[in-house]
């Protein structure tokens, strides 16, 4: 096994993870571990903008107000505040390292409009390419560093006297790395990948939550997964995100006759709350209609948007018609990895940002555009925070290897996938989520120790874990709240009000009925 140490491992390579390691790289060395290519990010294919309070008419109290409305009052007030108060300072910050937000030709900054967000606040870069323009910009610098070591998959993080000091690897030819650090950061991102119709970069599938669940992490929230209303759909599949910003700048979600789908369902209409749309969207097609986006109202829809142009010409989708056709899909997780305002998880040494953390900002469904806008703050709060405590913790040299944990039979990886739509998706009652559970935790029972498993099984092991993670959560969760929508507990309840699910590392138990109010 290769060996190797650094001050600080950063799992993942979306923006929160490159922009924390650059932050560090000033002071510390650091290492960037991705599991295929450094783009492979969820931030790199983020189309909609950054959302921050930057007008002199706005306000981040309005943009905090938007933010639990559209969290469902579930949002950690602190840190909300923590978030929007940061929006400005993030993107001065962003500027300095070089990166462009579209502006008018006066100068002044282009402003969009998102979902559930009471006015335009949101930038841009290139119309709709805003992360690609965004990871471009880090990248290179963190590149120019020798950050960065891609198709490095983690696959245990290596604990000692109970604290993170390094991780397990294996990369793309099968050889195994132990990495030791004085500190890990954990950016995997969220787990949208384990739902066949999703917005999400293949590689985004909870491996950081199971990482630091096997850590003995607390992990919360993990009922509330944001279901995006409009996924584009070519034969069938998921083939990438229409943003949202299409509907800020008029368009109308319609059915096969052209009617109008939400008219009279929310006051802010196609700008309604993602989960709103979401399920809406559901219920007509379960009933048999078509949905598409009516983009006739919109000039210049190639120049505004050219990515969405380019996943539609690729889909064979003639724009000029004005109909793109859409559907909800898996999207963000909301929960995650439960850290505390610095970012530090409940095991020492060990930090998450992003969107694996659960900082609590986003609560029961994301307001548009404050994911990358937490990435980024969040990103800071932590580098801070390693930066003024690590100077005492030495690099360990040696941890003891201990088998790992695969299953007696693994699983299809769609036969995860089926479960994860069938049962835990935009809709979810008891039934479907007891036998999600039943299905999850079953596998897991069978769980055998080895001492060198193929990545695959590890792989397997660890859905079927978050599976079980997720099911439990939105079992228990005897309410609907955001984005967890309970046909069997249609309202939000007041005993659920700010209670947070959390799990920690324990024998599992049977599967047992949650006879809550
Ligand atoms: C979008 O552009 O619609 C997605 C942006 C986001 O999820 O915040």
Same mark, same amino acid.
Not at 64 to 69: E, G, P, V
Not at 286 to 291: D, H, L, M, Y
Not at 425 to 441: D, P, Q, S, T
């Given at each position: 096994?290769?060996?190797?140490?650094?001050?600080?491992?950063?799992?993942?390579?979306?923006?929160?993870?490159?922009?924390?390691?650059?932050?560090?790289?000033? !002071?510390?060395?650091? +290492?960037?571990?991705?599991?295929?290519?450094?783009?492979?990010?969820?931030?790199?294919?983020?189309?909609?903008?950054?959302?921050?309070? +930057?007008?002199?008419?706005?306000?981040?109290?309005?943009?905090?107000?938007?933010?639990?409305?559209?969290?469902?009052?579930?949002?950690?007030?602190?840190?909300?505040?923590?978030?929007? &108060?940061?929006?400005?300072?993030?993107?001065?910050?962003?500027? &300095?390292?070089?990166?462009?937000?579209?502006?008018?030709?006066?100068?002044?900054?282009?402003?969009?409009?998102?979902?559930?967000?009471?006015?335009?606040? +949101?930038?841009?870069?290139?119309?709709?390419?805003?992360?690609?323009?965004?990871?471009?910009?880090?990248?290179?610098?963190?590149?120019? !560093?020798?950050?960065?070591?891609?198709?490095?998959?983690?696959?245990?993080?290596?604990?000692?006297?109970?604290?993170?000091?390094?991780?397990?690897?294996?990369?793309?030819?099968?050889?195994?790395?132990?990495?030791?650090?004085?500190?890990?950061?954990?950016?995997?991102?969220?787990?949208?990948?384990?739902?066949?119709?999703?917005?999400?970069?293949?590689?985004?599938?909870?491996?950081?939550?199971?990482?630091?669940?096997?850590?003995?992490? =607390?992990?919360?929230?993990?009922?509330?997964?944001?279901?995006?209303?409009?996924?584009?759909?070519?034969?069938?599949?998921?083939?990438?995100?229409?943003? =949202?910003?299409?509907?800020?700048?008029?368009?109308?979600?319609?059915?096969?006759?052209?009617?109008?789908?939400?008219?009279?369902?929310?006051?802010? =209409?196609?700008?309604?709350?993602?989960?709103?749309?979401?399920?809406?969207?559901?219920?007509?097609?379960?009933?048999?209609?078509?949905?598409?986006?009516?983009?006739?109202?919109?000039?210049?829809?190639?120049?505004?948007?050219?990515?969405?142009?380019?996943?539609?010409?690729?889909?064979?989708?003639?724009?000029?018609?004005?109909?793109?056709?859409?559907?909800?899909?898996?999207?963000?997780?909301?929960?995650? +990895?439960?850290?505390?305002?610095?970012?530090?998880?409940?095991?020492?040494?060990?930090?998450?940002?992003?969107?694996?953390?659960?900082?609590?900002?986003?609560?029961?469904?994301?307001?548009?555009?404050?994911?990358?806008?937490?990435?980024?703050?969040?990103?800071?709060?932590?580098?801070?925070?390693?930066?003024?405590?690590?100077?005492?913790?030495?690099? =360990?040299?040696?941890? %003891?290897?201990?088998?790992?944990?695969?299953?007696?039979?693994?699983?299809?990886?769609?036969?995860?996938?089926?479960?994860?739509?069938?049962?835990?998706?935009?809709?979810?009652?008891?039934?479907?989520?007891?036998?999600?559970?039943?299905?999850?935790?079953? !596998?897991?029972?069978?769980?055998?120790?080895?001492?060198?498993?193929?990545?695959?099984?590890? %792989?397997?092991?660890?859905?079927?874990?978050?599976?079980?993670?997720?099911?439990?959560?939105?079992?228990?969760?005897? &309410?609907?709240?955001?984005?967890?929508?309970?046909?069997? !507990?249609?309202?939000?309840?007041?005993?659920?009000? %700010?209670?947070?699910?959390?799990?920690?590392?324990?024998?599992?138990?049977?599967?047992?009925?949650?006879?809550?109010?």
């Amino acid at each position: 096994m290769k060996t190797q140490k650094t001050d600080v491992l950063v799992i993942g390579s979306g923006l929160a993870g490159i922009m924390t390691a650059e932050l560090l790289s000033v !002071h510390k060395n650091v +290492i960037i571990f991705t599991k295929n290519r450094l783009e492979d990010s969820n931030s790199y294919l983020a189309q909609g903008g950054i959302a921050a309070a +930057i007008q002199s008419e706005d306000s981040w109290y309005d943009h905090f107000l938007d933010t639990l409305q559209a969290g469902c009052y579930h949002n950690e007030p602190e840190a909300t505040q923590q978030l929007v &108060e940061g929006g400005p300072d993030a993107i001065h910050r962003l500027v &300095e390292l070089g990166v462009r937000f579209d502006r008018n030709d006066d100068g002044t900054y282009q402003y969009g409009q998102e979902g559930a967000h009471n006015r335009a606040r +949101i930038l841009h870069i290139c119309g709709d390419a805003t992360g690609k323009h965004l990871i471009d910009t880090v990248k290179r610098r963190v590149l120019s !560093h020798g950050l960065v070591q891609e198709g490095q998959t983690v696959v245990r993080l290596m604990m000692s006297r109970g604290r993170c000091v390094g991780a397990w690897s294996i990369d793309q030819n099968g050889e195994w790395t132990a990495t030791y650090a004085s500190t890990v950061i954990l950016a995997t991102g969220g787990l949208s990948g384990l739902y066949p119709f999703n917005s999400n970069a293949e590689t985004i599938t909870g491996d950081g939550i199971a990482l630091a669940y096997e850590a003995g992490a =607390e992990i919360s929230d993990l009922e509330f997964i944001q279901f995006h209303p409009t996924l584009l759909v070519t034969e069938g599949k998921s083939s990438g995100l229409v943003t =949202e910003a299409v509907r800020g700048q008029g368009a109308k979600l319609v059915d096969q006759d052209g009617r109008s789908l939400m008219e009279g369902e929310h006051p802010l =209409e196609d700008l309604a709350p993602r989960d709103v749309v979401s399920r809406v969207l559901y219920r007509a097609r379960q009933s048999g209609k078509e949905t598409f986006l009516d983009i006739r109202g919109i000039t210049d829809f190639e120049k505004k948007f050219p990515t969405v142009t380019r996943l539609c010409r690729k889909g064979n989708i003639d724009l000029q018609e004005g109909f793109i056709p859409v559907s909800p899909g898996a999207h963000f997780t909301m929960g995650g +990895i439960d850290v505390d305002r610095q970012g530090a998880t409940t095991v020492p040494n060990l930090y998450a940002v992003g969107e694996v953390a659960n900082t609590g900002v986003h609560g029961a469904n994301r307001l548009a555009s404050n994911s990358l806008l937490e990435g980024v703050v969040f990103a800071c709060e932590v580098a801070n925070s390693i930066l003024s405590n690590m100077c005492s913790v030495p690099v =360990e040299r040696t941890v %003891q290897w201990s088998d790992l944990p695969v299953l007696v039979q693994s699983p299809e990886f769609s036969s995860i996938q089926a479960v994860f739509n069938d049962h835990i998706g935009i809709e979810r009652n008891r039934i479907g989520l007891e036998k999600a559970v039943r299905w999850f935790e079953g !596998h897991l029972t069978n769980t055998v120790y080895q001492e060198f498993p193929n990545l695959q099984d590890i %792989q397997m092991y660890q859905h079927v874990l978050v599976g079980a993670l997720v099911a439990r959560s939105a079992l228990e969760r005897t &309410e609907s709240r955001g984005s967890h929508y309970r046909t069997d !507990h249609p309202i939000e309840k007041e005993y659920w009000r %700010q209670k947070r699910i959390k799990r920690r590392k324990r024998a599992y138990e049977p599967v047992e009925s949650t006879a809550r109010p």
